[in-house]
């Protein structure tokens, strides 16, 4: 170890220390019932990790969406991270990022009218106001909530990283765990996400043993899918789109991203034979006029042939609604969409396991 990593881990891990007896203290109030849980009359799936962001929460909560919707009337309540409002927020077609948060905002874009999206602070009082508005909703599915255990689950599921097993991290701020992986055993789902393309199945068999799950809980392996390059203003934009695959080493390309974890999205874009130029901001970012003049001036340096930008789906929700966006840019930027896929051919088992757990619980009063 480095002289910088000891003197890291001589005052931050004290710090974790500290950060994990509290997390152990709240965690037994729960379990001994010092602190109750709040049940509810309709199944709730609660998605969330233990990792400090970056695991692909959003795109799983689109998945499961996508694949219950047509079964059950859904309603999806978050926190809305980083948006300027508080309390109960009902997303409308109206509402901004700034409103109801980012993700909010792309999940109930993406399936607007067949999903209602609620953000409040307190989850509790989320769920019961959007059940009193739509009270034809029969399925609550609650964004990044693991932690958030006022909210009795009816199935709790936990995203992991591939790349970043928790099994190898610590708890903050010496690492990036909010609890230990002991906590793991509160899920009855964990998704490893960001797999590698073609993972070995010796891999998985040895992720399985680390993580070290009960008999009563289902491990899954899903990965990202990146669809065709879509222009983040569709009235501005060529009638033609670019690909990544027709770009040569005469083009280049600006990189933008402001997610958890960008790596593997850079990767699969340099995966291109354009020469990228890379500007990466932290997490929810949301750009100012500043971050605006940058980017212009970044890309009017380019010497390419045929130069665009490239950015993520979360990036390209805070940069439509951006009110300092250049209008020079607005044809050449594009962002590329992601979905889930389950590996191992279990996206069936995944939804029938789901499914059997919905329909199994039981109708509840408020307690």
Not at 276 to 291: C, M
Not at 320 to 328: A, G, H, M, Q
Request: charged content about 25%; aromatic content about 10%; overall charge positive.
């Amino acid at each position: 170890m480095s002289g910088k990593g000891i003197l890291k881990k001589l005052i931050l891990y004290p710090l974790s220390l500290v950060y994990g007896a509290v997390v152990y203290v709240r965690n037994k109030l729960f379990d001994w019932h010092v602190l109750s849980q709040q049940s509810f009359n309709v199944p709730v799936i609660v998605v969330g990790n233990i990792s400090a962001g970056g695991t692909g929460k959003t795109p799983h909560v689109e998945y499961l969406v996508e694949m219950l919707r047509n079964g059950y009337k859904i309603g999806v309540v978050s926190r809305g991270y980083k948006r300027t409002t508080k309390g109960f927020v009902m997303a409308t077609r109206k509402s901004t990022p700034l409103d109801i948060g980012d993700e909010p905002y792309q999940i109930y874009h993406k399936f607007m009218g067949d999903v209602s999206v609620a953000v409040c602070e307190n989850r509790v009082e989320g769920i019961n106001e959007l059940l009193r508005v739509e009270p034809d909703i029969n399925l609550i599915i609650l964004d990044d909530a693991f932690q958030h255990r006022f909210v009795k689950p009816t199935v709790a599921i936990v995203i992991t990283e591939f790349g970043r097993p928790v099994f190898k991290d610590h708890l903050l701020p010496y690492g990036r765990l909010r609890e230990s992986k002991n906590a793991l055993s509160r899920a009855d789902i964990v998704i490893v996400s960001k797999c590698p393309n073609t993972p070995k199945g010796v891999d998985m068999m040895l992720y399985d043993r680390n993580l070290d799950l009960f008999p009563y809980q289902k491990s899954f392996y899903s990965k990202f899918e990146y669809g065709s390059l879509k222009p983040v203003f569709p009235e501005k934009a060529p009638s033609a789109a670019p690909t990544l695959e027709w770009l040569t080493d005469r083009d280049m390309v600006l990189i933008v991203a402001g997610i958890g974890n960008p790596k593997p999205f850079v990767k699969y874009v340099r995966q291109s034979r354009a020469r990228a130029w890379i500007n990466l901001f932290p997490d929810h970012h949301y750009f100012t006029k500043k971050d605006m003049n940058l980017l212009e001036s970044r890309f009017s340096a380019m010497t390419g042939t045929n130069n665009i930008i490239v950015t993520t789906e979360k990036d390209a929700v805070r940069m439509s609604n951006c009110p300092y966006f250049p209008e020079t840019l607005k044809p050449y930027i594009y962002y590329l969409p992601i979905k889930v896929k389950v590996l191992r051919n279990e996206a069936t088992a995944l939804q029938d396991m789901l499914v059997k757990c919905i329909n199994k619980a039981p109708e509840k009063e408020h307690s």
